[in-house]
T-cell receptor
Framework: GAVVSQHPSWVICKSGTSVKIECRSLDFQATTMFWYRQFPKQSLMLMATSNEGSKATYEQGVEKDKFLINHASLTLSTLTVTSAHPEDSSFYIC??????????????FGEGSRLTVL | SQELEQSPQSLIVQEGKNLTINCTSSKTLYGLYWYKQKYGEGLIFLMMLQKGGEEKSHEKITAKLDEKKQQSSLHITASQPSHAGIYLC???????????FGGGTRLMVKP
């Protein structure tokens, strides 16, 4: 089946540094990918919609200048947390839909990336 | 935006017992997804429901979408420790392909 892969699985960084998380669709092309964030013991919250070749669409309350999204190709979207602070520590997860499986409705999620900011 | 409420928030059952998790929407659901997640890991797709009255089963897990398409239930029969985890319902926001998630239900199955 379709696979979405994220890298890195976990990352620890110092406060003030920037961290890039990659989301790849391994065997299909995704014009749209979605980035979610999950804080401990909470559900997933949609952060932004990544659109290939155009600007990302951010949800209300999500700072676009802090969470930079780049969807440069049909198989790769990146989320960069700029000037990370401890409150940005969270589990970030991306998803995409395989257009070949449009009928199934399944939305594929990456393995997630755990960010810890010291 | 679509709001989803899941109940219960947490559940502890004895192995072998049946259980039901509910997901209620404030708006008509265009598509309702059920996922399972172990904390800190990715999501495992369980089922997707689109039609009012639709019911799907996978092994010992059955999900239903009511006729009005505003509520879904996930039923596990003869629960096992392997069923433990966080169950999330997600609503498809029309043709956007993005999902809004409920708060999740944390299930623990005692052997």
């Amino acid at each position: 089946g379709a696979v979405v892969s994220q890298h890195p699985s976990w990352v620890i960084c110092k406060s003030g540094t920037s961290v890039k998380i990659e989301c790849r669709s391994l065997d299909f092309q995704a014009t749209t990918m979605f980035w979610y964030r999950q804080f401990p013991k909470q559900s997933l919250m949609l952060m932004a919609t990544s659109n290939e070749g155009s600007k990302a669409t951010y949800e209300q309350g999500v700072e676009k200048d802090k969470f930079l999204i780049n969807h440069a190709s049909l198989t790769l979207s990146t989320l960069t947390v700029t000037s990370a602070h401890p409150e940005d520590s969270s589990f970030y997860i991306c998803s995409a839909r395989d257009p070949r499986l449009a009928g199934s409705g399944e939305l594929f999620f990456g393995e997630g990336s755990r960010l810890t900011v010291l | 935006s679509q709001e989803l409420e899941q109940s219960p928030q947490s559940l502890i059952v004895q192995e072998g017992k049946n259980l039901t998790i509910n997901c209620t929407s404030s708006k008509t659901l265009y598509g309702l997804y059920w996922y399972k997640q172990k904390y800190g890991e990715g999501l495992i797709f369980l089922m997707m429901l689109q039609k009012g009255g639709e019911e799907k089963s996978h092994e010992k897990i059955t999900a239903k979408l009511d006729e009005k398409k505003q509520q879904s239930s996930l039923h596990i029969t003869a629960s096992q420790p392997s069923h433990a985890g966080i169950y999330l319902c997600g609503a498809d926001q029309s043709a956007g392909n993005m999902l809004t998630f409920g708060g999740g239900t944390r299930l623990m199955v005692k052997p």
